[in-house]
Nanobody
Framework: QVQLVESGGGLVQPERSLRLSCAAR????????IGWYRRASGTEREKARE???????????NYGDSVQGLFTISRDNAKNTVYVQKNRLRPEDKAVYYC??????????WGQGTQVTVSS
């Protein structure tokens, strides 16, 4: 079993930075990558979770097309923790952010999600 503990969400003022943490606990030997997804709410933008960024154990990174160049993902293997950071948050960054762990041969694991609201 794997548990993903997310932290760092909440109310953030526009143009401020955001850093989310995802600490993975449990049986991690088959972990291939850990990443962050987000799902925005609202009539026009409610959609499936979109990839923000993902990182493998050897630090190969992958970013979603819509956020390329805006987020930075990193990891601390000693702490089994993955971080995603964005400078200069904008209102459209408001979403629930989910941590995701992909393991070899499955299953995938998801965190419970952390709400990020961008407002002054």
């Amino acid at each position: 079993q794997v548990q993903l503990v997310e932290s760092g969400g909440g109310l953030v003022q526009p143009e401020r930075s955001l850093r989310l943490s995802c600490a993975a606990r449990g049986s991690l030997s088959r972990t291939t990558r850990i990443g962050w997804y987000r799902r925005a709410s609202g009539t026009e933008r409610e959609k499936a979770r979109e990839l923000v960024a993902a990182i493998t154990r050897d630090r190969t990174t992958n970013y979603g097309d819509s956020v390329q160049g805006l987020f930075t993902i990193s990891r601390d293997n000693a702490k089994n923790t993955v971080y995603v950071q964005k400078n200069r948050l904008r209102p459209e960054d408001k979403a629930v952010y989910y941590c995701n762990l992909v393991s070899l041969y499955g299953p995938d694991y998801w965190g419970q999600g952390t709400q990020v609201t961008v407002s002054s």
